[in-house]
Every structure is written in C-alpha cells, then in structure tokens.
C-alpha cells in the first residue's frame, strides 16, 4: 500500500455513462493529480488540486470533472465518454505543489483502468 | 521536439551486467530531476531523485549534465528484479514546478 487508494481499480462503462473514480491518501499530502497513461504514451497530467484549489487543467475534455472535497479526497467523474478515453488513470499526492526541493514527488495509487465501449 | 526524451527500448541485459540510460531533457527551466520506475501493470515509484553532483543508492547511480540538458541512469550488477520501466521526470521553475514524464525506457534482465 502506497498510502494513496484508487477505486474501483477497473470500470468497463458505455459511451453513454455515467460514472466515478475516487481516490483518498492517507499521508497528509496538500496536493493532488490525476494522470492518464494511455499504451505506447507517456504520463499526461489532466488535474491538479493544491489545498482544494484547482491550480491545473491541461486542456482536459470537458467529459472529464475532477471534484477535490478535501485535501485527502479526489474524484474524477466521467461522462459521455469515448472508446479513445480507455486508459489507465492514475491519482497521486505530493507533499505540496512547487513549493521546494523534494516537495512535489509524487506518490501514486495504483490506478483505475478504463475500458470505454 | 518532446519536452522529456527517452530511448524507449527494449533494453536486454544479462544478469549482473551493466546498463545505463540516458534521457533528454529540452527547458532548460527544469529545476528538479527524478527517476522513478514502473514495473509491469503497476503504478510509477519514485527510484531516486537526480542531485547535480550526482547520486548514488547502492547500484543505482544518477547523473545531471545541466551544459548538455541530459540525465542518466546506471545500473551495476542487474537484478532479474530490476526488469521494469524507468521513468525520466522533470520539474520546471517556471511551470509551477510540475513535472514531466518521458515514455520510459523497458528494461529486462535475463537470467
């Protein structure tokens, strides 16, 4: 255990859908990421969320909606999604967000794997 | 021209070889350095951070060229535990410190 917890770990979900992801770490962390890692493609950051607050968005779809409730809690909700979405989505937390040497490594849940028909 | 370059490999190595990785990096901003690995189906691990006199963590050895823009990786004495996909990670000042992934380089250790 890592200390950050993705579930469900798989979702298979219609183009029509509508579903979640969540994550929740456990180490204290003031920020939080979602990733996507497609096949054959580096890591792709969509979100980040320092003490609550929305700080990134790197020109995500609007199909995708994170939700950051509080600091140890992260969504990703998931609508009207197409088959090229299917992908490994990755949450992680870092100590802080550009705040320093060693403050942004990154801790990573194991992921949720997408699969969108 | 990729922000953070890798030899995606396959690497194919012995046990007890040595392998090096080189990785590419195009900002000269970047401020932070890692290398973290991926084993198969699993998560990203940070496996060290990268220091411009460079590092050492039992077999892993790190290096930074800043001149050059390149970071590298040497493994001595491969493990077949080492078998994984190293990740080239690099923050920049003037991006609010996020980081970058390269593509990651495949490496197997053969017995």
């Known amino acids: 255990e890592t200390g950050v917890t993705q579930t469900p770990r798989h979702l298979v979900m219609g183009m029509t859908n509508k579903k979640s992801l969540k994550c929740e770490q456990h180490l204290g962390h003031n920020a939080m990421y979602w990733y996507k890692q497609s096949a054959k493609k580096p890591l792709e950051l969509m979100f980040v969320?320092?003490?609550?607050?929305?700080?990134e968005n790197n020109s995500v779809p609007s199909r995708f909606s994170p939700e950051c409730p509080n600091s140890s809690h992260l969504f990703l909700h998931l609508h009207t999604l197409q088959p090229e979405d299917s992908a490994l989505y990755l949450c992680?937390?870092?100590?802080?967000?550009?705040?320093?040497?060693?403050?942004?490594?990154?801790?990573f849940g194991a992921g949720s794997r997408l699969t969108v028909l | 021209r990729k922000e953070v370059e890798q030899d995606p490999g396959p690497f194919n190595v012995p046990e007890g070889a040595t392998v090096a990785f080189n990785c590419t990096y195009s900002n000269s901003a970047s401020q932070s350095f890692f290398w973290y690995r991926q084993d198969c189906r699993k998560e990203p691990k940070l496996l060290m951070s990268?220091?411009?006199s460079g590092n050492e963590d039992g077999r892993f050895t790190a290096q930074l060229n800043r001149a050059s823009q390149y970071i590298s990786l040497l493994i001595r004495d491969s493990k077949l535990s080492d078998s994984a996909t190293y990740l080239c990670?690099?923050?920049?000042?003037?991006?609010?410190?996020?980081?970058?992934f390269g593509g990651g380089t495949r490496l197997m250790v053969k017995p």
């Open positions: 992680a937390s870092s100590q802080d967000q550009g705040l320093g040497s060693g403050a942004n490594v990154l801790t």
């Open positions: 990268v220091y411009s």
């Open positions: 969320y320092s003490l609550e607050e929305r700080v």
């Open positions: 990670v690099v923050s920049r000042w003037d991006a609010g410190n996020m980081l970058t």
